[in-house]
């Protein structure tokens, strides 16, 4: 047992020295210098890493791209401006006064052109019904789907759907669409048959475009994978280097993951929207706004996540210094871990599947990410384990103590609860008298009292 005098209050954790960490040890200026080189290439190939895998995994994955087709059909906004794309085409290729003006009684023939005109803008909201329609809006996905596959096909140098890569246009056809639209507002077939081919069909690369744009993205499939492993070995030897400052060489990377994390949050949210104002007409600006949102979903995601990340590394390695609050901390924890070590590895799991399950980044729905982050907590927590309890080897003791002291005063509180006895049972009349009998028959009772104890009995 530990020794008396040394306690407090009967606490033996209040005066016991805390146990300090040892300091740091100094680096070379070579080595310090080595050291930031090495974090700050691997920040900067970070940042470009961040955004290949965003190309590689949001704008080059045909089944994200019907998914952010999906999301932008249903936005208002959207919906919008591809209403009034889709009746300009319309107006701009059918003579919808003159087919008015065919349908009209002779006397109010004159008013085709103005009635066209006014249907205008009734039409841009018939359409924007039309698309809030689910029928409509899984045409328009599949026609987006089926430019982005051409798309990629024509990137990677592939064929298909009748497109090669020396005289190859990846369109985006809305002329079902156009024509669709034709028939709502009750224009015969004869005219919507006469409809141009070109109609309604968004040209999205020329073949002057597709030497650089397939370098482009043969770069990205490669840069996405292998950029990832290169930082990470990076900063793995950073950490090498730092032998005897690993713990502030560690916290230095945390803050570097922030930096690049909030970078690419602010390339989402300012570069955007100064790319769109710059390239954008003032009537869709809106629209492209909600576009670049929508696909620009996981880069979002992912600095979010790289800022988490970086979080995480710093909080351990403040954790495991040696300031004040963090060794009063490891100390406080010291005998928990040592008695009860199941106990701390199932409040760390459960604390991390509850975050599993919130999945409040891109990385935590994906299994690179949620085994990454595993990883990184369980190596983080061992090691901070084996320095506390280093630190303190009378933590064993001082934690079965502790458990001994709340038995203790759980068994007291226990026995100042009140005990309730069971209330005895009033005897009947006949029972009394009985009793009062046998008494008698005894010889306890003479036959005067035994007289007068009866009639007390049946008068009560």
């Not at 349908?103 to 009734?122: E, S």
């Not at 994978?225 to 290169?230: A, G, K, N, R, S």
């Amino acid at each position: 047992m530990s020794d008396p005098a040394a306690s407090v209050n009967g606490d033996p954790a209040a005066a016991a020295p805390l146990a300090i960490a040892p300091k740091p040890q100094k680096l070379s200026g070579g080595r310090r210098a080595a050291i930031w080189s090495l974090i700050v290439l691997a920040s900067v190939i970070g940042l470009i890493t961040i955004l290949t895998v965003w190309v590689n995994r949001q704008l080059l994955d045909n089944g994200q791209f019907r998914n952010s087709s999906a999301q932008l059909v249903q936005d208002p906004q959207v919906r919008g401006a591809l209403s009034i794309y889709l009746v300009n085409q319309l107006y701009d290729n059918v003579n919808v006064a003159g087919q008015l003006e065919k349908q009209l009684p002779t006397q109010v023939k004159p008013l085709a052109g103005p009635v066209a005109a006014g249907l205008r803008q009734p039409a841009v909201n018939a359409v924007s019904f039309l698309l809030s329609r689910s029928r409509v809006q899984q045409a328009f996905v599949n026609s987006a789907g089926i430019a982005h596959e051409k798309l990629i096909n024509v990137l990677e140098n592939k064929t298909g759907y009748g497109i090669s890569t020396g005289n190859g246009v990846v369109t985006l056809d809305l002329s079902a669409l156009v024509k669709q639209l034709g028939t709502e507002l009750g224009l015969p077939s004869t005219a919507l048959d006469k409809i141009p081919p070109g109609t309604g069909v968004i040209t999205v690369m020329k073949s002057n475009q597709l030497n650089a744009a397939q370098q482009g993205v043969r770069a990205i499939r490669v840069m996405s994978v292998w950029l990832i492993v290169l930082v990470l070995v990076l900063y793995g030897l950073a950490m090498y280097l730092a032998r005897g400052r690993r713990r502030e060489t560690l916290r230095d990377i945390g803050w570097a993951f922030v930096l690049i994390g909030l970078i690419a949050l602010v390339v989402h949210r300012v570069a955007g929207n100064y790319a769109v104002d710059a390239l954008a007409q003032p009537g869709y600006r809106p629209a492209a706004h909600q576009l670049w949102l929508i696909e620009s979903t996981i880069l979002a995601d992912t600095g979010r996540a790289v800022v988490f990340y970086g979080l995480v590394m710093v909080l351990g390695a403040t954790l495991a210094g040696s300031h004040q609050f963090a060794v009063s901390f490891r100390r406080w924890v010291a005998p928990a871990l040592a008695v009860r070590p199941g106990m701390s590895w199932g409040v760390l799991g459960g604390a991390y599947l509850l975050l599993v399950l919130w999945g409040p980044t891109h990385a935590l729905r994906t299994v690179w990410g949620v085994l990454l982050l595993a990883a990184l907590l369980a190596l983080g927590y061992e090691v901070l384990r084996r320095q506390t309890l280093a630190e303190n080897p009378d933590a064993a003791e001082r934690g079965a103590e502790r458990e001994a002291k709340v038995h203790t005063l759980g068994a007291r509180a226990a026995s100042h609860r009140p005990h309730h006895t069971p209330t005895a049972r009033t005897p009947s009349h006949a029972e009394e008298i009985r009793h009062l009998h046998d008494l008698h028959e005894a010889g306890a009772l003479t036959d005067d009292e035994f007289d007068q104890a009866k009639k007390l009995a049946l008068s009560g």
